[in-house]
């Protein structure tokens, strides 16, 4: 086909183009991926939970580190009609200060257990001074089986198994029952471990105060019952949302989204601009053999489909180069480095990037329409 024949005769002019649409391929899916990771690095304890909502206090929504409910807030959001059952969710923050390097956790206690976390080495929590921690606590030189200490509380938790895509805020997160960590999280509000007798007395009355408390509650509703359902029986008491609303909406992500989404969207605007500059002013050089094949009896459309064929072709290579592009790079990143490809993306801007070349391909149609096959016979129409 004069389509293919041109790409083979013009190899050299063809692969610069489509190295430089894999680039921007790569760039896309690069960002992506980052993003993917970003958003699961951020909030990927919030929006992994096991619940069809997530109930917090008034006036707190999103955050967990600002809402805090109690016994009798649990109790009541438990019989809201709709509601099928409850579990409570804490958190709070910590420090692992028994490794040569210190870094920051968030401590996160489930009312039902941990057998929800998928566990990636090791075993579920089955004790009070048990944990599953986040795969990325392992790159800090923590293993199953090991003790690490908890400060300001200093409090010891045995490393019995690690879960993966549960960070918080990008940190690893320590995953305990609630019940464990509720005196984690009294002794965190205090600063220390209310163990000798000055401390004891202002222990026992924080712990008397939090005794069954939770930061969020989450919530499985009955079936038919909506989430927009619950909220009005909730009233302006609490502020409900699904576990993936509540993670995009925290902890500043929305402006990341937004920022990554148009850096994307930027990225294949580029794309379709190189693609369709590129074949415009191919076809502005090839006015004279176009002129001639019209002069032959080919039409428009026989044009422009040869044309849509090589911007096929090319945008095809270019994405397969690309890709091979974007697994390389990820490959290279650092451990700790938020790299998490989704192929539903990933597919989603290889079909962006194919739709808005063929959008820029217009551009060509143009030119090849004004394009008069009496210019063939060295005459000019009137």
């Known amino acids: 086909m004069p389509a293919l024949k041109e790409l083979l005769g013009s190899l050299l002019k063809f692969t610069l183009m489509a190295l430089a649409i894999a680039l921007v391929v790569s760039l896309t899916m690069v960002t992506s991926a980052m993003s993917e990771g970003l958003l699961t690095g951020m909030s990927g304890a919030k929006s992994s939970l096991a619940a069809d909502a997530l109930v917090f206090q008034r006036d707190t929504y999103p955050t967990f580190e600002r809402s805090i409910l109690s016994a009798s807030d649990l109790d009541e959001i438990a019989g809201t009609p709709g509601v099928a059952s409850v579990y409570g969710v804490g958190h709070t923050y910590a420090s692992i200060g028994s490794v040569d390097e210190p870094f920051d956790v968030r401590v996160l206690g489930l009312g039902n257990g941990t057998a929800q976390l998928p ?10 001074d048990e944990a599953v921690l986040d795969t990325t606590a392992g790159l800090k030189g923590i293993e199953v089986g090991g003790t690490i200490t908890l400060t300001p509380m200093d409090a010891e938790l045995t490393v019995v198994g690690f879960t993966e895509g549960r960070r918080y805020v990008m940190v690893p997160t320590v995953w305990v029952d609630l019940a464990a960590w509720e005196k984690l999280h009294v002794a965190a509000l205090l600063g220390r471990a209310v163990e000798d007798s000055e401390g004891a007395p202002a222990g026992a009355d924080m712990a008397a105060r939090f005794a069954g408390s939770a930061s969020v509650a989450a919530v499985e509703l009955e079936p038919g019952v909506t989430l927009d359902d619950i909220q009005r029986e909730l009233g302006d008491r609490y502020r409900a949302a699904t576990p993936q609303e509540a993670a995009d909406a925290g902890n500043g992500m929305p402006e990341m989204i937004l920022a990554v989404n148009g850096i994307q969207g930027v990225s294949i605007v580029i794309g379709a601009l190189l693609v369709g500059v590129f074949f415009y002013i191919t076809t502005l050089h090839k006015t004279s053999q176009i002129a001639a094949i019209k002069a032959i009896g080919a039409s428009n459309a026989y044009l422009y489909r040869d044309l849509l064929l090589q911007i096929t072709v090319l945008v095809a ?21 938020a790299f998490d490809p989704d192929p539903r993306r990933w597919a989603g801007a290889v079909l962006a990037i194919f739709g808005t070349a063929y959008i820029g391909s217009l551009f060509s149609l143009r030119s090849i329409l004004r394009i008069d096959p009496a210019t063939a016979l060295g005459r000019t129409s009137a």
Not at 119 to 128: D, L, N, Q, S
Not at 330 to 335: E, R, Y
């Open 317 to 337: 290579v270019a994405t397969l180069l690309g890709t091979l592009l974007a697994l390389g790079a990820g490959a290279g990143m650092p451990p700790m480095m």
């Open 119 to 128: 566990i990636v080495e090791g075993r579920r929590a089955e004790k009070p």
